[in-house]
């Protein structure tokens, strides 16, 4: 089968496409044949050497749509989808021909999105369920903040949260990126080029303040965004790229019953992907929550032009398609 497999870690326009044997299936796994597979972020990471416990070689990505042609009678045929942190890193992954894996870490695709939507939901949409329901405990009609609010995982969050019944304001970085919310899913819009982010969200809640704010930036939103929470109000923060530290003030911290939260998806297998998915799929089939961002189709053998794209911060969903479906 074709694969984009790595031998050693280096720059992601070296990558290129292989023949690799067909892997053994193994008693309760399932063999998928991929349709479509997102590239993401984190697969830059993975192919540069950023995940310190990967495996060499490896075949490279995280997210996955397909279908079931091998395994247990019961997902035979199954239309599916996955994602999981250890595919692409300590086993291989999805961007390949075929991919396999434990049954456990497929979940069946909704039928509402195309194999490709399917296919780039995964990193983005699980990010954005365990930062607002597992890690931010939201409530309906929660004061929501989400940062990044016009990139993937910003925008699932929008989706998720106007789903489960969140007043949301979104964080943008400039006018340009406002025109891409969604204005009927939002109370309000801030951005950081206009520095409006604790003034827009005090009007939107009556002076209040917001009970949940998303960090997926880093150290340089700490403080707005904490500044802007209402008292008992707590940050999830889920990235660092716009800095690692930040000063902690602790009078501030205990006096405003303020809460700081960590979230990864990092530590997700494919098994806790699948039912994260699952759990999303529901959302999916009655249009409650979609797929906002556009895609771009690459074939396979294209992979690196793929990675280029991601790696350039283009704002569509990348998804690559084996050659042999294009060509159908």
Do not use: C
């Amino acid at each position: 089968m074709k694969a984009l497999v790595i031998d050693r870690h280096g720059p992601h326009a070296d990558l290129q496409l292989r023949d690799v044997p067909s892997p053994r299936l193994q008693p309760g796994e399932v063999r998928v044949e991929v349709h479509a597979a997102a590239v993401n972020p984190s697969d830059i990471g993975s192919a540069e050497g950023r995940f310190g416990n990967a495996r060499l070689p490896r075949i490279l990505g995280r997210d996955f749509a397909g279908r079931v042609v091998e395994g247990p009678a019961e997902w035979l045929g199954a239309e599916v989808w996955g994602t999981g942190a250890d595919l692409g890193i300590t086993r291989d992954g999805t961007h390949a021909e075929q991919i396999v894996l434990p049954a456990a870490g497929v979940a069946r695709r909704p039928a509402a999105l195309s194999v490709e939507q399917a296919a780039a939901v995964g990193v983005p949409f699980t990010m954005a369920w365990s930062a607002l329901v597992d890690s931010g405990r939201l409530a309906a009609r929660d004061w929501v903040i989400v940062s990044g609010a016009a990139g993937a995982v910003g925008s699932a969050a929008i989706e998720i949260g106007a789903a489960l019944g969140a007043q949301l304001i979104a964080l943008v970085r400039d006018e340009a990126e406002a025109q891409r919310v969604d204005r009927t899913k939002v109370a309000a819009v801030a951005t950081s080029e206009r520095g409006d982010l604790v003034a827009a969200t005090r009007e939107a809640t009556g002076g209040k303040g917001a009970e949940l704010a998303l960090n997926g930036v880093g150290g340089v939103l700490y403080q707005p965004l904490l500044d802007a929470l209402a008292d008992g109000g707590r940050m999830v923060v889920y990235s660092a790229a716009a800095g690692r530290e930040v000063t902690l003030d602790l009078l501030e911290l205990y006096r405003r019953r303020l809460q700081l939260i960590g979230a990864s998806t990092g530590v997700l297998d494919a098994a806790a992907g699948a039912r994260m998915l699952s759990a999303l799929a529901p959302l999916f089939e009655r249009g409650a929550i979609s797929p906002r961002q556009p895609l771009e189709r690459y074939p396979l053998s294209a992979a690196a032009r793929a990675y280029a794209r991601v790696a350039g911060g283009a704002p569509a969903k990348i998804v690559l398609v084996p050659d042999a479906r294009l060509s159908r």
